[in-house]
């Protein structure tokens, strides 16, 4: 067994060292015996952590703007943005556990979620809120986009229950998010 140090550099505290493992290479799907082809699932698992790392970074997109909001619209938007940033979070559940119920792994850390993600880096600073809320509709854009073909294939592979999460859950709940941007954009606008 060998042993990791996370300590960081300029860190004012030593951490303890923590006993790990050296990182395994990637491995195929476990097999759950769920009466779908194995190339089918994988494709699958391929699109749910693709899906995931996206509501990842855009429920991180509403946290961020529900921190930072600001403006005459302050009230109403902090909550807005709080609350789609709970069902943001919501929905990222549903989309790792259906990765693991696949068989798969699903992506989890902000690093490798980072790596992953469509959807461009927001600044660190605040934008005004204009800019909020188009960087919002933008992310809510890629996710539908390639929510779409995803579930076109996998409607196509019949892995229907994926479809079913990525149509009934991710779309709808994307789509009456925009909604609601929508219209609050020409009130701030
Ligand atoms: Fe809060």
Same mark, same amino acid.
């Given at each position: ?5 996370? =300590? @960081? ?21 476990? @097999? ?6 194995? $190339? ?9 952590? !693709?899906? +995931? ?38 929905? $990222? ?7 693991? =119920? ?23 600073? @605040? ?11 933008? $992310?809510?854009?890629?996710?539908? !986009?390639?929510? @779409? ?23 709808? +709940? ?16």
């Amino acid at each position: 067994m060998t042993t990791t140090s996370i =300590t @960081r550099t300029g860190a004012r505290h030593p951490r303890a060292a923590i006993p790990s493992k050296p990182t395994p290479a990637p491995v195929e799907p476990r @097999r759950h015996r769920l009466a779908l082809a194995p $190339a089918a699932v994988a494709a699958s698992i391929d699109s749910l952590n !693709q899906l +995931l790392v996206d509501t990842l970074t855009l429920r991180d997109l509403y946290q961020k703007h529900h921190w930072q909001v600001s403006g005459p619209s302050f009230c109403e938007l902090r909550v807005l943005f709080g609350k789609h940033h709970q069902e943001q979070a919501g929905l $990222a559940d549903q989309l790792g556990e259906r990765v693991q =119920t696949l068989g798969g792994v699903s992506i989890a850390m902000a690093a490798d979620v980072a790596a992953s993600a469509a959807i461009p880096r927001a600044p660190r600073f @605040r934008e005004d809120t204009t800019t909020q809320i188009e960087r919002l509709l933008h $992310a809510h854009e890629i996710i539908l !986009q390639e929510a @779409r073909t995803m579930a076109r294939d996998t409607a196509a592979s019949g892995d229907l229950g994926t479809n079913d999460l990525i149509v009934s859950d991710l779309i709808r +709940l994307d789509e009456r998010q925009v909604w609601f941007l929508i219209e609050l954009i020409q009130g701030v606008a």
